[in-house]
């Protein structure tokens, strides 16, 4: 088992930034690979970014490139997103997640933690 616990989420405005932290413990987390995903109210949970064991590797969805960044610690069993030049259309619930590979969809993870809200005010 793996648990995840995410924090950083807040209420800023557009163009702000912010800090997601994911917190893993149990299983050895530098073992797995780590996803962020976000879910809006009446919309589909999407794919945000993801990133390999050892870092290598990172991915992106179409909305968050260039702004968002992934990255990993693994001696402190962290993840990251960072967040830049946030939009109101980035409000959601931000979930990470681990898995063994970095796969762009939420079925191939099988951690989830519970969720950190961001809202981007216009």
């Known amino acids: 088992q793996v648990q995840l616990v995410e924090s950083g989420g807040g209420l800023v405005q557009a163009g702000d930034s912010l800090r997601l932290s994911c917190v893993a413990s149990g299983r050895t987390s530098s073992n797995y690979a780590m996803g962020w995903f976000r879910q809006a109210p009446g919309k589909e949970r999407e794919f945000v970014a993801a990133?390999?064991?050892?870092?290598?590797?990172?991915k992106y969805g179409d909305s968050v490139k260039g702004r968002f960044t992934i990255s990993r610690d693994n001696a402190e069993n962290t993840v990251y997103l960072q967040m830049n030049s946030l939009k109101p259309e980035d409000t959601a619930a931000y979930y990470c997640?681990?898995?063994?590979?970095?796969?762009?969809?939420?079925?191939?993870?099988?951690?989830w933690g519970q969720g950190t809200q961001v809202t981007v005010s216009s």
């Open positions: 990133i390999s064991t050892n870092g290598a590797r990172t």
């Open positions: 997640a681990a898995g063994t590979y970095d796969y762009t969809k939420s079925t191939g993870y099988t951690y």
